[in-house]
């Protein structure tokens, strides 16, 4: 018996990241023209700039570019 099934299954649906949709940038579990928004107004800041926000950088390369905006948009309108 030693076999851990349950040591796979524990990374599906308890994950940190889990409940929460790539492009949901305030959190609010749904994908839409608020996200769309904050992430406009961090377009084009670079990470340690007043107005970057990390929430928005959805590719986590520490700049808010047009990469971000197409994963917010692939799943916009989507919810939790
Ligand atoms: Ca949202
Ligand atoms: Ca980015």
Redesign the pocket.
Known sequence: MARRPMAGARHIGHGFFSNKIPGDVNGDGYVGSADAGILNGAYGTWEGDPLYVPEA?????????S??ASVLNGNYGQSV
């Open positions: 950088d959805l590719d986590e390369d520490g700049y808010i570019s990469a971000d």
